[in-house]
């Protein structure tokens, strides 16, 4: 999907709570995403740099709802009306340009994405 300007809310509905699913975002700088499988949800990132990234994992996590908000510079999701949170600044400004379903798309109810205006 395209992400215009990068600034964008996008829901996901599941068809059960802790269904797995993985969307990967297209930046030009790193490698970002939104994982939810058996260890909970998780915020995927992954600078280039000689360091390792830590794990931004929301363990034991069964989302059924997420709301996925992205603009210059950072990624917040929310899952289920804010059961569980997460936050993370982003190296660069650059915008995400797209995002795409890498896996379990068959566990989607519901995805629909808005513009922001910031």
Same mark, same amino acid.
């Given at each position: 999907?395209? %992400?215009? $300007?990068?600034?964008? *809310? +996008? %829901?996901? *509905?599941?068809?059960? #709570?802790? =269904?797995?699913?993985?969307?990967d975002f297209e930046h030009p700088d790193l490698e970002l995403g939104v994982e939810q499988n058996a260890d909970g949800l998780a &915020? @995927?990132? *992954?600078a280039s740099s000689d360091r390792t990234s #830590?794990?931004?994992?929301?363990?034991?996590?069964?989302?059924? =709802? @997420?709301? &996925?908000?992205? $603009?210059?510079? =950072?990624i917040e999701v929310f899952a289920d009306d804010g059961r569980w949170t997460g936050t993370k600044r982003?190296?660069?400004?650059a915008p995400v340009r797209a995002?795409?379903? =890498?896996?379990? +798309?068959?566990? @989607?109810?519901?995805?629909?994405t808005w513009q922001l205006r910031l």
């Open positions: 999907m395209d %992400l215009g $300007d990068g600034a964008v *809310e +996008i %829901l996901l *509905e599941l068809a059960a #709570p802790g =269904s797995a699913f993985r969307i &915020i @995927l990132y *992954e #830590p794990r931004y994992l929301a363990r034991g996590a069964r989302a059924k =709802s @997420l709301r &996925i908000f992205l $603009d210059r510079g =950072s982003l190296r660069t400004f995002g795409r379903i =890498s896996a379990g +798309i068959e566990n @989607l109810t519901a995805a629909a």
